[in-house]
């Protein structure tokens, strides 16, 4: 086993405990850090786990002795419907994370913060790739989870001015695969699993938000928290920000055709498209070059092979009476 040891924080939720199994397979020591308020949590037991409100300092700063390298995963997250009802909460509970965690990582040392932000700090962007030197020059995200995202890229750095505390700062985009459930609420779910999940209940025709022509670049589970460990275990990616993510663009029409033809759906493919929310990002892409030519990462899983796993594993659920209708 590797000396080096790690706390994951947020390690039960979809990206992060995918984080924690690859590096518990690869031979390293973990702690998990989460508070398992999510539906769709996944804790390995081969990790030491702890279940922690991060928002809570003292809590936080025992969590974090005696480890080398913090990811930190943990964060108020839903779909775009969570976004819009609940903004306060979302800035408010992140930002108490923020100052909980940040300030026990310099408590106890942390050789390096890696911080989880998210695509949505590039909500403003009206260029396209968006590049990562582009967050400090575009305006200001538009949606509370955005600009909380951003704020934690801030204290990334406002830390290491005054502590000096090393940081990376990892931007996952359209993150999707297995162990992810869907919602009934609309806008809650993540778009994939919501549309496999209103296939597999017959919902004809399939309801789209907005028009249908929003683009997204999907980006595989396990290639995300593969560039998230890459980051982390490689000395350049010291206090440097990457986008990590597919570059492949596609509408969401398209997407929805897609999955309805992987899922072999008998009746024609027809859409109703219902309105969408008031800040619905209409287009998001990632220039990921930087990512390649620093640590020689790149994202491996191609849409439609990882759409195939997603829809058979939502099919084993539904069968097992763990999606509702």
Known sequence: MSKIKFLVTGGAGFIGSEIVRQLLDAGYYVRVADD???????????????????????????????????????????????????????????????????????????????????????????????????????????????????????????????????????????????NEFPEREIGYAHVIPDLVRKILNGQYPLELLGDGNQTRCFTHVSDVAGGITTVALNPKAKNQDFNIGQDSEIKMIDLAKKIWEIMEVKKPFKAKFIPGFKYDIKRR?????????????????????????????????????????
């Open 36 to 178: 398992l308020s999510k539906k769709d949590i996944q804790v390995d037991r081969r990790a030491e786990f702890v279940r922690v409100d991060l928002t809570d300092y003292q809590k936080t700063q025992k969590v974090f002795e005696s480890v080398d390298i913090v990811i930190a995963a943990a964060a108020k997250i839903g779909g775009i419907g969570y976004f819009h009802k609940y903004p306060a909460t979302i800035l408010s509970e992140n930002n108490k994370i923020y100052s909980s965690t940040f300030e026990a990582a310099v408590k106890n040392g942390i050789k390096r913060f890696v911080y989880i932000s998210s695509s949505m700090v590039f909500e403003s962007a009206s260029t396209f790739p968006s590049k990562e030197e582009d967050v400090r020059v575009i305006p200001p995200p538009i949606t509370s989870y955005g600009f909380a995202k951003l704020s934690g890229e801030w204290y990334c750095h406002a830390f290491w001015d005054e502590y000096k505390l090393p940081f990376s700062i990892c931007r996952p985009f359209n993150a999707y695969g297995i």
């Open 285 to 325: 892409v990632p220039a990921v070059s930087k990512a390649k030519r620093l640590l020689g990462w790149e994202p491996k899983v191609k849409l439609k092979e990882g759409l195939k796993e997603v829809i058979n594993w939502l099919k084993e659920q539904k069968l097992q009476g763990k999606i509702e209708n």
